[in-house]
């Protein structure tokens, strides 16, 4: 199974969250409540940020995994991971301010 192009993936997980075809995993309600955020700014993130690395191969789950980076409403940094399901987007962890963010932000430096 190959992965999809980021644009696509981006288009694809904003249609299914509009549509409500969303699982949460434990591990992304765990850091929801850690880190103060909900659904509705995982969703202000997909609209308003960009996938900027190649997706990773999960062998475990089977599914490749992408990361989006944005901002929640309150235009605090916000990264969610994901992969698709099926017909549905799992939704695996989220970060703020540093790890996969700032982590993408080097990569992208490193190579520009």
Request: proline share 2%.
């Amino acid at each position: 199974m190959k992965p999809l192009k980021v644009g696509e993936a981006l288009q694809q997980a904003r249609r299914l969250l509009e549509s409500g075809k969303v699982r949460l995993t434990t591990h992304i309600s765990d850091r929801m409540t850690e880190l103060d955020f909900q659904i509705r700014d995982v969703t202000y993130c997909f609209q308003v940020g960009k996938i900027y690395t190649k997706p990773v191969w999960d062998s475990h789950h089977k599914a490749w995994k992408y990361v989006v980076e944005g901002k929640d409403i309150e235009g605090r940094k916000l990264s969610i991971v994901f992969a698709f399901d099926e017909d549905a987007i799992v939704l695996i962890t989220g970060v703020r301010e540093k790890g996969f963010y700032a982590l993408s932000a080097r990569r992208r430096k490193d190579e520009g």
